[in-house]
């Protein structure tokens, strides 16, 4: 199993930044298997969409069109940890946002071949 637990949320206003933190942990994270991992958003009443995603090497970034530009993400492997710097941050930010995992080394824009989620953490924009 792996675990994955996300931090760094909070309320900023328009404009501002924030940085997102995932911490993976777990027998089968640590047997060195490659994950690529990924940052996915909902908000009540909508499905979760992705954000961006990083391979197991980090060479290979993806990031859905409304955040392009505005966000980065990375990963530390030495400390099994991924980011993501979200910087110029606009209301329709605002959402829970989840950090996932992936059984392969690349990485992938959809939901469903992500296998291991964490809880969630909360992001607010405010205008």
């Known amino acids: 199993q792996v675990q994955l637990v996300e931090s760094g949320g909070g309320s900023v206003q328009a404009g501002g930044s924030l940085r997102l933190s995932c911490a993976a942990s777990g027998r089968t994270f640590s047997g060195y298997r490659a994950f690529a991992m990924g940052w996915f958003r909902q908000n009540p009443g909508k499905e979760r969409e992705f954000v961006a995603g990083i391979s197991w090497s980090g060479v290979i970034t993806t990031y859905a069109d409304s955040v392009k530009g505005r966000f980065t993400i990375s990963r530390d492997n030495g400390k099994n940890t991924v980011y993501l710097q979200m910087n110029t941050l606009k209301p329709e930010d605002t959402a829970v946002y989840y950090c996932?995992?992936?059984?392969?080394?690349?990485?992938?824009?959809?939901?469903?071949?992500?296998?291991?989620w964490g809880q969630g953490t909360q992001v607010t924009v405010s205008s």
């Open positions: 996932a995992a992936r059984a392969s080394a690349a990485t992938s824009v959809s939901r469903d071949d992500y296998d291991y």
